[in-house]
């Protein structure tokens, strides 16, 4: 999915600019970059992060950097910051978001002839050099900036660094949130409010959809107004949020709280004690355990100082090796116990197996799962927040296809949990993940849990339902 943050500042921003960007490595991608303006111009540094951190990468190139403004990212895919000449003066930029359209807009600049793309990495165009090339073709940042928004299906949110500010956009949905921040030497704008408080800034308000906003060490100035639509993506209070984050009000460690209390409430189950998958499923488990009254415990620790996040890497095997590698057994709880696990969701189901089969070999009774959201059955064309190829590449599409044949018109039947598909495809996957008893949370306790109106948010992925 990826992050980024932005700041103009009264002092050096260097040090703001290294931390706030730093604390969106979460988002599990493979490119960290900043860009900064300082007396000599623009500077940039971009790093491969997909096995080192983006700290120890970036960090020796801090003393060659200076300035009062900056902006910093960590990519999905694309190296970013770019830096852009064009007729609207020198500028960078970073982008977090998915181009649906990426093929056809890049068609397009082609006809024109006057277009050519030279940051193309694995012989794929760069996203945002695309939304750049869209920016350039009006008169003004903001009117540019408006335009990319409109000719972009899926979504962009995007900081650009100029010689008169930082300018922050939220994608015209709000699919992605943007939070600003006043500090004592400026302002900042950030992907997750979690990169603020640390670095001295109290959060000041969230972007509206398709808002834009200029920023210096002044002050915050609207530039267009945002518009009335929303559809924040919810994904990011079940899994990809960072748990001290806030998105339009709710904080992501309280909706999972509430998540595991609506997943306790909707059936009795006899174990002996509560846990949840780390990291992750972990607050969506300690919800679940307080709400039902029962204790909660730590059959497996995670090992963090050496292995990178397990959905990071490319190649499914190493992928697989990372999962295993990480989670450490703590066999003196497991043996002999029936518990009930927490888990945020269940993607393609490949690790989920690997770990369950482990908690049985060390002697669990029992092992129950329960998952803070709805079977995912679709393929987000919003965000890249699944690596997947295939949308049958999915656990719930998988179950589906060994039901029904690849029909995809019969999915439709499978969207009710109160039905005998939607039991057929749950106990499919229960029975490949080798599970006790599998649970899904309803669609509507997901949304009570987050606490905003289901028509503000994007459900896409459960649906299948993609609405701007």
């Known amino acids: 999915m990826g992050g980024f943050f932005g700041v103009a500042s009264a002092k050096d921003c260097v040090t703001d600019l290294f931390y706030g960007t730093d604390y969106h490595s979460h988002l599990g991608t493979q490119r960290g970059g900043l860009a900064v303006l300082g007396r000599d111009g623009f500077r940039r540094f971009i790093h491969d992060i997909r096995s080192t951190q983006f700290r120890s990468k970036l960090e020796p190139d801090l003393a060659r950097l200076e300035g009062r403004s900056g902006i910093g990212v960590i990519s999905d895919y694309e190296d970013q910051p770019l830096l852009v000449g064009s007729h609207l003066g020198t500028y960078a930029i970073v982008t977090v978001g998915r181009l649906a359209n990426l093929d056809a807009l890049t068609r ?88 603020l408080p640390n670095l001295g800034y109290r959060p000041v308000r969230d972007l509206g959809p398709g808002e834009v906003v200029r920023i210096t060490a002044e002050g915050i100035e609207s530039r267009i107004p945002p518009q009335p639509r929303m559809r924040i993506c919810a994904f990011l209070w079940i899994y990809y949020g960072y748990p001290s984050s806030t998105y339009e009000g709710q904080n992501v460690e309280v909706v999972r709280n509430r998540c595991g209390a609506c997943l306790a409430g909707r059936e009795k189950v006899t174990v ?53 590698m990480k989670l ?15 888990e945020d969701s269940i993607v393609r189901g490949t690790q989920l197996k690997d770990t369950i089969r482990r908690l049985f070999e060390v002697g669990a009774r029992e092992v129950h799962m329960r998952v803070a959201c709805p079977p995912l059955l679709f393929a987000c064309p919003y965000l890249n927040f699944s690596r997947s190829r295939s ?59 987050i606490g905003l109106p289901a028509d503000r948010l994007c459900t896409a992925c459960w649906t299948g339902r993609c609405e701007a």
Not at 161 to 169: E, K, R
Not at 328 to 342: D, K, Q, T
């Open 108 to 195: 397009e600049a082609f006809r024109l002839r006057t277009t050519h793309f030279s940051e193309m990495g694995s012989g794929a165009v760069n996203p945002t050099e695309v939304v750049a090339t869209l920016i350039n073709r009006q008169a003004t940042f903001e009117e540019g900036i408006r335009y990319a928004q409109e000719r972009i299906e899926g979504s962009c949110s995007l900081l650009l660094l100029t010689p008169d500010g930082v300018y922050a956009a939220r994608d015209r949905a709000g699919r992605t949130p943007v939070v600003l921040g006043a500090g004592p030497n400026g302002h900042a704008a950030a992907l997750e409010s979690c990169a």
């Open 391 to 449: 949308e049958m590449d999915l656990a719930a599409r998988r179950a589906i296809g060994e039901l029904e044949g690849a029909d995809p018109a019969r999915v439709e039947a499978y969207l009710d949990p109160d039905s005998e598909a939607f039991a057929a495809m749950t106990g499919r996957i229960r029975d490949r993940l080798g599970l006790t008893t599998l649970r899904y949370q309803r669609m509507e306790d997901m949304v009570a849990a």
């Open 328 to 342: 450490i057994p703590i066999e003196s709880l497991i043996e002999g116990a029936r518990v009930l696990f927490c």
């Open 272 to 324: 002996d004690f509560v846990a949840g998958i780390p990291d992750s499923g972990i607050a969506h488990g300690l919800g679940c355990a307080a709400a039902a009254g029962l204790p909660y415990r730590r059959p497996f620790v995670k090992y963090t100082p050496t292995w990178p996040r397990s959905f990071m890497p490319q190649n499914p095997a190493v992928r697989d090796l990372v999962a295993r």
